[in-house]
Each structure stands twice: as structure tokens, then as C-alpha cells.
């Protein structure tokens, strides 16, 4: 079992940068692939970053490529998103998830609560 606590969420101009940080409990997470997605309001939620187990391999969607920075603490336990040049299309719940490689694919079967980023323009 992994349980998954995302913060860091906030109100933030169009330009300006957030870092969110999700802090997971349980002594499997260094062997999780994590991910970020997010959910705008009215929009099903889509696939943001994801970064491997030993942090070798990352994965970003198009739309975030060169502003957002995944990374993860394996010490710690926690994964983080960087977000810099922050639009107003990123406004949404971010969520962070842990999973494990199917395939060609990845599973993610544990997601944290969410947290609101609101970027205005």
C-alpha cells in the first residue's frame, strides 16, 4: 500500500513558477514509477510527467515540455513537480500517482487527494 499527499498548490500570476511535492507514506515507493496528471475544471484529467523508479528515465505531455521539472527523493519518499512560465491553461488539480510498468504501459493503482493550482492571466 502507498498513500500519497500532494501540497504545495496555490494562486499564482501567469509567468510565475509553483513547486508541488507529493509526500508518500509506506516502504515501497522507491520502487514505484511516479507520475503527475492533472484535471481543468470540465476537462477529463490527462497525464502531465512521470519519472522512473531510479530516476533515470522522465516522460512530460507536449503542453508542459521545457516548463515542468519532475524529480523525486527516494530518501525521502516524496516526488516533486517544478512548474515554471506557469499559463492560465494550467490551471487544474494536480495529482500525483504511483505505479508499476505493464507491458508497454504503467499502472498507476495508488493517487493522492489533489491539490489546486490556479494560474491568472
Known amino acids: 500500500q502507498v498513500q500519497l499527499v500532494e501540497s504545495g498548490g496555490g494562486f499564482v500570476q501567469a509567468g510565475g513558477s509553483l513547486r508541488l511535492s507529493c509526500a508518500a507514506s509506506?516502504?515501497?515507493?522507491?520502487?514505484?514509477?511516479m507520475g503527475w496528471f492533472r484535471q481543468a475544471p470540465g476537462k477529463g484529467r490527462e497525464f502531465v510527467a512521470a519519472?522512473?523508479?531510479?530516476?533515470?528515465?522522465?516522460n512530460y505531455a507536449d503542453s508542459v515540455k521545457g516548463r515542468f521539472t519532475i524529480s523525486r527523493d527516494n530518501a525521502k519518499n516524496t516526488v516533486y513537480l517544478q512548474i515554471n512560465s506557469l499559463k492560465p491553461e494550467d490551471t487544474a488539480v494536480y495529482y500525483c500517482?504511483?505505479?508499476?510498468?505493464?507491458?508497454?504501459?504503467?499502472?498507476?493503482?495508488?493517487w493522492g487527494q489533489g491539490t489546486q493550482v490556479t494560474v491568472s492571466s
Open positions: 519519472i522512473s523508479p531510479s530516476s533515470i528515465t522522465t
Open positions: 509506506g516502504r515501497t515507493f522507491s520502487s514505484h514509477r
Open positions: 500517482a504511483a505505479g508499476q510498468s505493464q507491458g508497454a504501459g504503467v499502472k498507476y493503482d495508488y
